[in-house]
């Protein structure tokens, strides 16, 4: 990354939901790493012993010009993301990038056989929480800049928002609402210096599909055979590019895929 972007992210503080793993762990790192001597990192999940452990990581690897405030926090609590929003210490507490990353999927159930608990717990997150924290972080972005607002707002959306497949009719909603939530915001601050950047990635190999199967790793492991999927590094270093290139440049829309991937179910796999 070219000392332009360091310059660009030096002294600011970035807000990952969903870090313990995955994507928002690897952007974690990549924001660190790309700006390793003048940070500030908020990140979040419910699994706050790891996201100590990440913390930790990253302050051993970049070293102490980068300062972690690993919180614990479920997006899709609404009065949590709140009190969490306006509990932060002082110097974490004006965000200039949020990564609404917090997502996952639950099964591949077709109607009318899908579970309740899945539709509730996909929607809540996906849907509810990212609009969730993006509310209780956007008065802050809107008031900087003597009312012009700054800021990013990074949604991590998918290719299944955009192409809805067969066992997939709650997650691929979820993502399209996200999509439209993302474009809405993006015309709402027209008038605003705040970028609202949507990413969606094709397939990334993270927890993601043992998450979907209930922990069932053979199928997880299923779903990657014979293709290549991208990494959550890949993704990771794409944010960082969008949020560090010059302020009035905004990568508004990204697909981004795998070399054998050209659609949500056209991938080429390799015999073994
Ligand atoms: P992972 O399962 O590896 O990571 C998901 C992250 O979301 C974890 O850190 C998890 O943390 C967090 N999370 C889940 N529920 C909540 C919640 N209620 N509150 C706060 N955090 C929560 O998956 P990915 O890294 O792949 O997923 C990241 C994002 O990328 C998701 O939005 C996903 O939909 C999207 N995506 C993934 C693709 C893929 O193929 N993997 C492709 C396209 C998009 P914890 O459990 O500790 O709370
Ligand atoms: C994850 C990509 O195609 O598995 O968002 O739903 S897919």
Redesign the pocket.
């Known amino acids: 990354m070219s000392s332009a972007v360091s310059q660009r992210l030096a002294g600011k503080t970035i807000l990952i ?9 690897s952007t974690a790192f990549e924001f660190a790493r790309t700006s390793p001597k003048d940070l500030k990192l908020v990140l ?4 706050i012993d ?2 100590k452990e990440i913390a930790a990581e990253i302050v051993k690897e970049v070293g102490e010009g980068v300062k972690v405030l690993p919180v614990q ?4 609590n609404a009065d949590e993301v709140r009190s969490f929003v306006g509990s932060l210490p002082a110097e974490f507490s004006e965000i200039d990038v949020l990564v609404n ?5 639950k099964g591949v159930a077709q109607a009318p056989n899908i579970a309740e608990e899945d539709v509730s717990v996909m929607f ?3 849907v509810t ?1 990212l609009i969730n924290v993006t509310q209780a972080v956007l008065p802050s972005m809107l008031k900087r800049n003597n009312g012009e607002g700054a800021g990013d707002i990074i949604n ?5 928002g955009r192409e809805p497949y067969v066992g997939g009719g709650i ?1 691929c909603a979820t ?1 399209a609402a996200v999509r439209s939530f993302t474009t809405s915001l993006r015309k709402e601050l027209i008038a605003k210096r705040i970028r609202v950047i949507g990413i ?12 979907r199967f209930g922990g069932d790793k053979a199928k997880a492991d299923a779903v990657y055979a014979g293709c290549d ?2 990494t ?1 590094d890949d ?1 990771a270093e794409a944010i960082v590019f969008a949020a560090g290139r010059r302020e009035n440049v905004v990568i508004a829309d990204t697909l981004i895929f795998p070399n054998h991937q050209a659609s949500a179910t056209i991938l080429h796999r390799k015999s073994t």
């Open positions: 939901t969903g870090a313990s793993s995955g994507i928002g762990r979040t999940a419910r699994r790891t996201l926090l479920d997006v899709s990353n917090a997502g996952l999927v809540a997150t996906n929480g991590i959306g998918s290719i299944a997650y993502k969606d990635p094709g397939q990334v190999e993270t927890e993601f599909s043992v998450v999927p991208l959550p993704i």
